[in-house]
């Protein structure tokens, strides 16, 4: 299982990666796996700000369709545009190409609340 050590990690299998004031967000190896196929990611909150917690979009696998939450209060900069055309990049580069979105993080103080890569692997069991 691939679980970078120099992300952030949520109970929800998002990762973020920190940038000074920015944090791009995807969702994890294992979140991919679990969910099947990827056949849609559908973001539609660019240039809005969103709480901790909320809901910043989802995405559609065969199988079933997930909410993706909002691991820190941010405002949506960015969504990878590329999903629109290749949503299974999340399935086949989860870490890189599959990012789905960049944020301008509003609350500094919540990056303490995000999982370490090894709270993250006790919390999947791996």
Same mark, same amino acid.
């Given at each position: 299982?691939?679980?970078?050590? =120099?992300?952030?990690?949520?109970?929800?299998? =998002?990762?973020?990666?920190?940038?000074?004031? %920015?944090?791009?967000?995807?969702? %994890?190896?294992?979140?991919?796996? =679990?969910? *099947?196929?990827?056949?849609?990611?559908?973001?539609? %909150?660019?240039?809005?700000?969103?709480?901790?917690?909320?809901?910043? *979009?989802?995405?559609?696998?065969?199988?079933?369709?997930?909410?993706?939450?909002?691991?820190?209060? *941010?405002?949506?900069?960015?969504?990878?545009?590329?999903?629109?055309? =290749?949503?299974?990049?999340?399935?086949?580069?989860?870490?890189?190409? *599959?990012?789905?979105?960049?944020?301008?993080?509003?609350?500094?103080?919540?990056?303490?609340?995000?999982?370490?890569?090894?709270?993250?692997?006790?919390?999947?069991?791996?």
């Amino acid at each position: 299982m691939n679980i970078p050590a =120099e992300l952030k990690y949520t109970k929800d299998h =998002e990762w973020i990666k920190i940038e000074g004031d %920015t944090a791009t967000i995807g969702v %994890t190896h294992f979140a991919q796996s =679990e969910l *099947g196929d990827i056949v849609y990611v559908d973001v539609d %909150t660019v240039d809005e700000t969103i709480e901790k917690d909320e809901v910043f *979009g989802s995405v559609e696998a065969v199988k079933t369709v997930s909410d993706l939450l909002m691991p820190l209060t *941010g405002e949506v900069i960015a969504f990878n545009e590329d999903l629109e055309d =290749e949503p299974e990049k999340v399935n086949s580069d989860p870490y890189g190409e *599959g990012w789905m979105i960049k944020i301008s993080i509003s609350d500094a103080s919540q990056i303490d609340e995000l999982l370490s890569a090894e709270d993250y692997k006790k919390l999947i069991g791996a």
